[in-house]
């Protein structure tokens, strides 16, 4: 506002200079005129253009404002309290109130109001009247208290947007925590907890087999490797849910499918279910680069996938097909099981505590993929195919 208040002084200064120039006396009077007009001018311009660098600095010395109203009244006497420097005048007292508090507006006021008083009085214009000669500085006085009151609205208003700020800023951190708790949820869920569930199972298995009248050694050693196995893929997603994949370098969309077959193998053997994995799509040359936090989704989701086929869906086979299809990255998990119950969605399986179809949902969402949960064009079973734009990955993880 103080600047408004400058560019306003300003156009009036300039508007006013000629006619303080013609009415000088010749000699010291009119070089002490231009002296008024450029130093008044000069600095009005230099506070209105730079407030940000120049205006503390007149916040901690009113005695420059004094100077320049000074300034100011020697082109009021020559120009005369009938031009646009009386703007000038009441501006100075609005100015004084907004930077300087009533204290300020009350000291400039009296001031100004003295030098317009002195100014009718040497003008000596038989034609103007008591009323007249005190309208301005009455309206010093008016403006000087509107200044003031200006300040009082600014601060409170500058109060009240802190602490604005300050609680969205809060709001912010909340909704951020509330994120990252529904993400680590998620990852528990999809990854840790079922690892670890499935070495729970490979080691009942194997204390049933061990206690078996018949023990089979060769059988003890391969449920043996595969609980060691499990719980050596607890550890690396224990490590990738704890780093988030920030250390790994880009992997591109060839590592996902390469990881992908690996998971649909690993998946086969570790629960006895037949899975298969199918590569479509054409052979990518130089394949897009991937962000980390993408490709972990991915591989979570059909991962997922699978896991849910095998708990819920008793299927007797799960195919698993990935490629890169000109732009679009596409994965699809099938299996042949009894299908998603009839009225599900969301809001029931949210409502009933099931979570592996929210989850997937949520990060195909996280990451800007289409996801569809369905039969397909399947006659039975269920199918989760996705579908990622590859180049609109990397521009939203570098957007984030």
Known sequence: ?????????????????????????????????????VVTFMTNYVLFRDWERFGPLLLRHPTLLAVD???????????????TLAYVSVCTP??????????????????????????????????????????????????????????????????????????????????????????????????VAKTLHGVALAAEALAATAGAEDTDLARIRQQAELVARS??????????????????????????????????????????????????????????????????????????????????AAPTHVDVRAGVHGDLLRISVYDDGRGLPPGTTLERLRSEGHFGLLGMVERAAAVGARIHIGRGGHTRGTEVSLELRLAAASAREEAS
């Open 1 to 37: 506002m103080c600047r408004q208040v400058f560019g306003f002084r300003l156009a009036m200064i300039a508007l006013a200079t000629p006619s303080a120039l013609l009415n000088a006396h010749p000699g010291l009077g009119a070089r002490l005129v231009g002296a008024a007009v």
């Open 69 to 83: 109203t000074l300034f100011g009244s020697l082109l009021l006497i020559s120009a005369g309290p009938d031009t």
């Open 94 to 191: 609005l100015l004084a109130g907004i930077v300087y508090s009533w204290r300020g507006a009350a000291c400039f006021a009296s001031l100004q109001s003295l030098i317009l008083l002195l100014v009718h009085a040497a003008t000596k214009n038989p034609g103007t009247s008591l009323a007249e000669s005190l309208l301005l500085p009455g309206l010093c006085v008016v403006t000087g208290a509107l200044g003031s009151t200006l300040r009082g609205l600014l601060l409170r208003f500058g109060a009240a947007t802190h602490a604005l700020s300050a609680v969205q800023s809060r709001l912010a951190v909340t909704e951020a925590v509330a994120a990252e708790r529904a993400r680590l949820a998620r990852e528990m869920h999809d990854s």
């Open 231 to 312: 719980a050596r893929r607890a550890a690396t997603e224990s490590r990738e849910l704890l780093t988030d994949l920030r250390a790994r370098t880009d992997p591109d969309a060839t590592d996902v499918l390469h990881e992908l077959a690996a998971r649909t193998s690993d998946f086969s053997t570790r629960t006895g279910l037949p899975a298969t994995y199918h590569p479509t799509g054409e052979p990518v040359a130089a394949p897009p680069e991937l962000p980390p936090a993408v490709a972990r989704q991915l591989l979570t989701i059909a991962a997922e996938a699978m896991e849910n086929a095998h708990r819920h």
